[in-house]
């Protein structure tokens, strides 16, 4: 069974840090794709980078590159997004997802079969 939880959402400062983690199971000895997505208030679920097994690492859109990173930690499965220099629009709901078919653009949710729960970031001035 494939499950994903997130953790490490909280309250940060603008300009401050702050890094993701997805507890992946349920993946062994599948070829799979691993991405972080957000939902800011009142707006559509949004793809924010993405990491293959095997493979590497894809930015979706601007809006992030240069500040976000996605790595993965292949020992115990965690996927991680390292938010730098946090901006008030940064604020969403983070989910991981999990995609098995590699199929289409990583950066669209509905390529994904697997979802965490998500957890709230929330950024103030």
């Known amino acids: 069974q494939v499950r994903l939880v997130e953790s490490g959402g909280g309250s940060v400062q603008a300009g401050g840090s702050l890094t993701l983690s997805c507890a992946v199971s349920?993946?062994?000895?599948?070829?799979?794709?691993l991405g972080w997505f957000r939902q800011p208030p009142g707006e559509e679920r949004a793809g924010i980078a993405l990491i293959s097994t095997p493979g590497g690492r894809t930015f979706c859109g601007a809006s992030v590159k240069g500040r976000f990173d996605i790595s993965q930690d292949n020992r115990d499965n965690t996927l991680f997004l390292h938010m730098n220099d946090v901006k008030p629009e940064d604020t969403a709901v983070y989910y991981c997802a999990a995609e098995l078919s590699l199929a289409g653009s990583g950066c669209r949710d509905i390529v994904y079969d697997f979802w965490g729960q998500g957890t709230q970031v929330t950024v103030s001035l």
């Open positions: 349920g993946l062994s000895g599948r070829t799979y794709r």
